[in-house]
């Protein structure tokens, strides 16, 4: 009977190799799985859920949440859809106009906001002042209506995040052959008829991904409402991400975390969504 072959160390090469994995896992270890960890161990007492849903805000902040995704995140796709289009074309003041109109995602969140909440200061702010000039009337207190400051805030998260999803479905619009469109504009098809036959089926799975994985990322974005309202007035414009730091800044560290709990029903399934199609 033939004995069982010998089995070998590792060799240096392979060795070393591990060894140079080591910083990474610890980094990984302490940075990522002990802080989620962490976290999940402090929401862990059912009696943190019960607390949190006899808070009056924040069935008010569940709701602001899913309005803020729904409304926001489709609003952005449709308007990036019709901009990758129009910075298709070739001519020279759409690419300059292009430089421009990334600005906002390039640069810092917290000064461009910042800079949109003082101009809609009601006593000194430049949007009261501009319309005190014309009409000799004092403007309204924009951010002191929860409806406005809302929407202020969802017009601020689309103005901030455009440009990047514009970039990605204009990739995706230049992936497509020109020889489809030759061939649509011999027989005659309208523009309508491009975009619905050959435009859209082309970049339906490149639309939906990025539109859930836009909501995955704007359910963690609280600078569009914290940076300008701060969940004001009266706390009616809370979103998830911005309730937890309001429950951090009263101390209360276990419903914090408990609200970082409450928004995984709504994360995991749009994950599950995602990598289900990059699967495919």
């Not at 004995?3 to 990474?24: E, I, N, T, V």
């Not at 069935?59 to 796709?77: C, G, H």
């Not at 929407?151 to 455009?162: A, G, P, R, V, Y």
């Not at 560290?253 to 029903?265: D, G, H």
Request: glycine share 6%; net charge positive.
């Amino acid at each position: 009977m033939k004995a069982p072959p010998r089995r070998q160390g590792l060799s240096p090469w392979q060795f070393w190799g591990r060894m140079l994995l080591l910083p990474y896992l610890l980094f990984f270890l302490v940075f990522v799985l002990y802080p989620v960890g962490y976290g999940l161990w402090l929401a862990r007492d059912p009696q943190n859920y019960v607390r949190l849903a006899e808070d009056p805000i924040f069935l008010r902040t569940a709701i602001n949440t899913v309005v803020f995704i729904v409304v926001a995140v489709n609003l952005k796709m449709l308007v990036a859809l019709g901009l990758s289009g129009f910075f298709l074309q070739q001519r020279w003041w759409v690419k300059a106009l292009s430089l421009v109109f990334i600005l906002p995602w390039a640069v810092p969140s917290i000064p461009t906001i910042l800079s949109v909440r003082f101009m809609l200061n009601p006593e000194w702010g430049v949007i009261n002042a501009t319309y005190f000039k014309l009409t000799g009337l004092d403007g309204p207190n924009w951010l002191n209506d929860p409806t406005l400051a809302l929407t202020f805030s969802m017009l601020m998260h689309i103005w901030k995040s455009l440009p990047f999803w514009t970039l990605i479905l204009l990739a995706g619009r230049m992936a497509i052959p020109a020889e489809h469109y030759e061939a649509a504009s011999v027989d005659g098809a309208t523009r309508w008829q491009k975009f619905r036959f050959i435009t859209w089926p082309s970049m339906a799975g490149l639309y939906v991904t990025s539109t859930v994985l836009s909501m995955i990322w704007t359910l963690g974005d609280f600078n569009s409402v914290y940076l300008l309202t701060g969940g004001g007035p009266a706390d009616l414009t809370h979103v998830l991400a911005t309730l937890g730091i309001r429950y951090l800044r009263l101390d209360q560290i276990e419903l914090a975390m408990s609200t970082i709990v409450v928004a995984l029903p709504l994360v995991l399934p749009m994950v599950w969504v995602m990598m289900k199609r990059l699967s495919k």
